[in-house]
């Protein structure tokens, strides 16, 4: 059963970040593409945070924000980790969770684009929120490796929580780990209060400064994995053609992971593959595609910064 299509406009509202620089660009691709490919949801309202001072958006892109209906909200939420910017995430989601009044939040990197109608609710009924497996294991520990790996050992006891015995696989790399999602799509049941206990802990781990050995990055995330087990919550994951991580494409994921072509794909995440030039076999698949198309055409006019 399709459920999403039984949702009303207001029970569903998108929460992004954008502050001043490359990120305004990666939110301005985003709306364009929900906008355009979203269906029966393209008019699904967006509410964006700049959650740090003194980064604001430009005139352009505040007009741009008015002309596509988005919501841009200035809140200094990210106050005591500013050089994180990944911090950004549970105090905006936080925030959000506790002012908006929509029954479901879904939460987007900017570095997404929508391709196809989503039906990101189809599935959600009897969960409590829907997140897709890592691509790679990266900081991600199996249950063999978990007593002997300060860095999850210490975060699961921080936070009270026993060793689960659920685990994932990750979608490019294979490996079977503990449970540890991608924070690029994040689909929850405000009632739940998920961001908001996310917040709680993600302030106790980084006063702790506690880190993976090799960085700071991935806190934000692994915190989020933790909170989902301490919860308890009903996780369902999101299917591959959802938070395609496009940037990998050349990796050896499983080929049954793989897309082909992405005009039916529903949304894809790129991180900064256009803030390079692309090889010949991703630039082939876009080549291919009219949506392809139209993405290269955006970043040509968003001008993209290519390094």
Not at 142 to 167: C, M, P, Q, V
Not at 201 to 221: G, R, S
């Amino acid at each position: 059963m399709n459920f999403f299509r039984f949702l009303k406009p207001a029970d569903l509202a998108i929460v992004i970040c954008t502050e001043s620089g490359e990120l305004e660009k990666y939110s301005k691709l985003l709306v364009s593409s929900l906008r355009k490919f979203g269906g029966k949801f393209r008019k699904t309202p967006i509410f964006s945070f700049q959650p740090r001072a003194g980064l604001q958006i430009s005139k352009e892109t505040e007009t741009f924000f008015k002309r596509n209906r988005v919501n841009h909200v200035i809140r200094s939420l990210n106050e005591s980790y500013t050089e994180y910017p990944l911090a950004n995430k549970p105090f905006t989601c936080a925030y959000a969770e506790n002012t908006l009044r929509y029954k479901y939040l879904l939460f987007l990197d900017s570095d997404v684009i929508i391709l196809n109608e989503p039906n990101f609710i189809n599935h959600l009924e009897g969960h409590d929120i829907m997140m897709r497996p890592v691509d790679s294991k990266n900081i991600g520990v199996s249950s063999s490796e978990f007593d002997s790996n300060h860095y999850w050992a210490t975060l699961y006891a921080k936070l009270g929580i026993e060793k689960t015995d659920k685990r994932v696989v990750s979608t490019v790399d294979g490996h079977e780990i503990l449970p540890y999602y991608n924070s690029g799509h994040i689909l929850v049941k405000r009632s739940k209060s998920i961001f908001s206990q996310w917040k709680v802990n993600f302030d106790i781990i980084m006063k702790e400064e506690l880190k993976p050995a090799n960085n700071i990055f991935f806190v934000e995330q692994s915190v989020l994995a933790a909170t989902i087990v301490q919860m308890n919550l009903s996780l369902k994951e999101f299917s591959n053609d959802y938070n395609y991580p496009i940037h990998m494409q050349d990796r050896a994921m499983p080929e049954g992971n793989k897309i082909r072509d992405i005009d039916n794909v529903i949304s894809i995440h790129y991180h900064k593959l256009f803030n390079s030039e692309l090889n010949n076999s991703v630039e082939t698949i876009f080549d291919n595609s009219n949506k392809g198309k139209w993405i290269l055409n955006q970043i040509k006019l968003l001008n993209f910064q290519v390094k």
